[in-house]
């Protein structure tokens, strides 16, 4: 059981109990298919001159089909195909087909279908990326996260497809494992069935990748994924590849199965997508690395920090993955790179709601942990159970004069932007970098947040204070570059509506070389 979601039903007054003896029959998991394609196409981001194309061909409407033939083109009306082949197609990956297409020119546009023979699937469009360093004059991206199914509809999606950009980014909490979340605000029908193994998992994506709105926006753009905890359950931590071995391989699979990414190396996922000399993009893992969380956790609420929480060598990337972005930051801003684009699952601006980290506390008691106080994530979920960590990548930032960095952030159900330093309770320490933590797609945001469980994102008093915060909207975010100005929009709408079209709300801008950011309401 989710904690969170049991404590929201607790404090309803209905009692766990109660709770589970309401729960109704588990629904249909995954909605009958009505054509061969029946979770669309895919396109991902992956090298100046390869491109990852996927698709599933539906067994019962394609009985006995055992490989597909693809097409990558230059056009959209298919002019000239540039590309093709085949690929298998079999029950050993859930009839999901992936495809890595090479030999493409860098920079450009590519479209791409497949075909069974009897039925054709959409068309989708695919690129490729810039190559490192070339002469780059702009840069687009959405980026998204937690499209919880059943809390809501996926009007975000369907205007993402609509946008002009290079690609999508998205954050993490692609599906969402557990049942009870869908009692937060549930508009759709999901199963109440929490998943465990690989057919529960590739049920999860089945059905969600059986919204046309997310399919269309799959169709118009390629995606960067990466994954947070719902991928395979609540707030996990590095302990759970020896404590649910089984369980973790399987969601892991399932999530390679159903996304247009190439494996690196395993199940690593980080990895950075140089984009020609305009910016540099560092998608983060800061789940199967991290050191375990602190037990015995309160249900909601805050907490103190500690020295556990504080300790130094205490990790939320792993040694290898700090080390390999703390020296790709350090190279892309030696090559001349102007923008550092870092995809982030969860939150690195502190959620301090009382500073114990005063001068003349620290001079009293020299022991205090790092950056003492209360904190609203009272399990330390997000970057604030890694203090130590969090000062020693800021500060490699400040060190190394690496200008111009961003994070873009998912996890929290909420809009945020802020300042980042190397040392918070420093008034003097400089601004070097800024986050921009867009809302949900879907998953319930506001008085129904999951995060707002553990403390109220609106008026909590924050030391320090973010420059915005807005609990209470779904949207998504959009981030527009070029060689003097990066600005971020955040689109909003209220998901629960099938016809809720995002609009822009707010919009911030930040000049190049200059790390204060300024915000426009909209
Ligand atoms: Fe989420």
């Known amino acids: 059981m989710d904690r969170r979601n049991f404590l929201r039903l607790g404090a309803g007054g209905a009692g766990a109990a109660a709770v589970g003896l309401a729960l109704p029959a588990c629904s249909p998991m995954t909605p009958t298919p009505t054509s061969v394609y029946s979770a669309g196409v895919a396109s991902g981001l992956h090298s100046p001159t390869e491109v990852v194309l996927w698709t599933r061909v539906e067994p019962a409407l394609a009985p006995g089909v055992t490989s597909v033939t693809w097409e990558v083109a230059d056009s959209a009306g298919f002019g000239t195909v540039v590309a093709s082949g085949t690929a298998p197609v079999s029950a050993a990956s859930d009839h999901t087909v992936k495809v890595l297409v090479g030999g493409l020119d860098p920079d450009r546009s590519y479209w791409y279908r497949f075909s069974t ?8 469009r695919a690129r490729t990326m810039p190559v490192a360093g070339a002469a780059v004059g702009s840069l687009k991206l959405a980026y998204a996260s937690c499209q919880c199914y059943a809390n809501g509809y996926y009007g975000a999606w369907r205007d993402v497809a609509t946008r002009d950009v290079d690609a999508v980014l998205f954050l993490g909490d692609y599906i969402y494992e557990a049942g009870l979340i869908q009692l937060l605000g549930k508009v759709r029908d999901e199963s109440f069935e929490t998943v465990t193994d690989l057919a529960g998992y590739r049920s999860k994506y089945k059905l969600y990748k059986s919204d046309p709105d997310l399919q269309a926006a799959h169709a118009a753009h390629p995606f960067v994924p990466i994954w947070d905890d719902h991928e395979i359950v609540n707030d996990y931590d590095r302990t759970i590849f020896t404590t649910e071995p089984a369980r973790a391989a399987a969601a892991y699979q399932a999530w390679f199965e159903y996304q247009p990414v190439w494996p690196i190396d395993g199940t690593r996922i980080y990895r950075d997508l140089p984009w020609g000399d305009l910016g540099h ?4 893992d800061t789940r199967q690395y991290r050191d375990p969380h602190r037990g015995g956790a309160p249900l909601y609420g805050t907490r103190d920090i500690t020295t556990f929480e504080t300790a130094a060598g205490r990790s939320i990337l792993g040694a290898d993955q ?3 972005l703390t020296g790709g930051l350090a190279a892309a ?6 923008w550092k684009v870092i995809g982030n699952q969860v939150l690195i601006m502190p959620l301090r709601v009382r500073d114990d980290d005063t001068p003349a506390a620290r001079a009293a008691d020299p022991s ?5 106080g209360a904190y609203t994530t009272a399990n330390f979920d997000t970057w604030d159970g890694y203090a130590w960590e969090r000062d020693l990548l800021l500060r490699s930032l400040a060190d190394g004069s690496i200008r ?3 994070f873009l952030t998912g996890d929290y159900h909420a809009w945020w932007q802020s300042p980042l330093t190397p040392d918070f309770d420093d008034p003097a320490a400089p601004v070097v970098a800024n986050e921009f933590a867009a809302g949900a797609i879907s998953s319930a945001g506001g008085a129904n ?4 469980l553990y403390g109220d994102a609106v008026l909590a008093p924050f030391a320090p204070r973010p420059a915005y915060i807005d609990g209470l909207n779904n949207g998504y975010g959009l981030l527009e570059a070029d060689a003097s100005t990066l600005t971020v929009t955040y689109l909003k709408n209220d998901a629960q509506f099938a016809g809720s079209v995002p609009v822009p709300r707010v919009r911030f801008t930040l000049e190049a070389g200059d790390p204060n950011a300024t915000q426009e309401l909209l």
């Open 117 to 124: 023979g009897a039925a054709d699937s959409p068309v989708g």
């Open 281 to 284: 993009l560092f998608m983060l």
């Open 322 to 324: 700090r080390s390999w």
């Open 333 to 338: 801003e030696a090559a001349g790179t102007t």
């Open 368 to 372: 205090l942990p790092l950056h003492a």
């Open 404 to 406: 111009n960095t961003v």
């Open 449 to 452: 947040n999951e995060n707002v």
